[in-house]
């Protein structure tokens, strides 16, 4: 079955030790999210890749990098983990073909929930 | 700039009773509008969407939701709560993305509802 995989779905990581998070995707989609969700909270974006094209939201701290080295994988980059960065990650693909011909439904994995001690 | 407003952190049914979480959106532009589930630690998975057309959209589970534009809602609902359904529901509205500038289009999420359900 197509899917959105994640790696791994539980990481412990050290305070200010840098982490990656990966995601693998096998819906051949253009666009690949992450997204953070901390516990309650809606999932917020922290940037997403349009083909090669990198997007950040404005408001994503420096601390999060992101890599795309082909279609099908994407990582997440914490360079200082701190405390305040522990939540789930979430990414997400989705099928865009421009505003007039695609709506944004995305696709997710199942998380990889991040502990910082 | 779009949001999206869910009424309702908690929502708590009996089994078998109707459910209704309620969402109200604000957008300038014509919207999509979707539900997604999250079973504890899993990701999203869609319920159901609405793009144009019918505006009573039907989803997996039973779920289904309403678009009304002039009450600018899309209230979630199902007929008979089962216990299964006791999960946290977010809905979420997408803008059209901008035009030919390397950006995708992107989902804004409410809060989320946690819905309870009880014997």
Not at chain 1, 91 to 114: H, I, K, M, V, W
Request: charged share 15%; with cysteine; hydrophobic share 35%.
């Amino acid at each position: 079955d197509a899917m959105v995989i994640q790696n791994p779905r539980y990481q412990v990581t050290q305070f200010g030790k840098p982490v990656t998070l990966s995601c693998s995707q096998t819906l051949n989609h253009n666009v690949m999210y992450w997204y953070q969700q901390k516990s309650s909270q809606a999932p917020k974006l922290l940037f997403h890749y349009y083909d090669k094209d990198f997007n950040n939201e404005a408001d994503t701290p420096d601390n999060f990098q992101s890599r795309r080295p082909n279609t099908s994988f994407c990582f997440l980059d914490i360079r200082s983990p701190g405390l305040g960065d522990a939540a789930m990650y979430l990414c997400a693909t989705s099928r865009y073909l421009g505003r007039d011909f695609s709506y944004n439904e995305q696709f997710f994995g199942p998380g990889t929930r991040l502990t910082v001690l | 700039a779009q949001s999206v407003t869910q009424l309702g952190s908690h929502v708590s049914v009996s089994e078998g009773a109707l459910v209704l979480l309620r969402c109200n959106y604000s957008s300038s532009v014509p919207p999509y509008l979707f539900w997604y589930v999250q079973y504890p630690n899993q990701g999203l998975q869609l319920l159901l969407k609405y793009t144009t057309g019918a505006t009573l959209v039907k989803g997996i589970n039973g779920f289904e939701a309403e678009f009304k534009k002039s009450e600018t809602s899309f209230h979630l609902t199902k007929p008979s709560a089962h216990m299964s359904d006791a999960t946290e529901y977010f809905c979420a509205v997408s803008d059209l993305g901008p035009i030919n500038t390397g950006t995708a289009s992107k989902l804004t999420f409410g809060t989320g509802t946690r819905l309870q359900v009880t014997l």
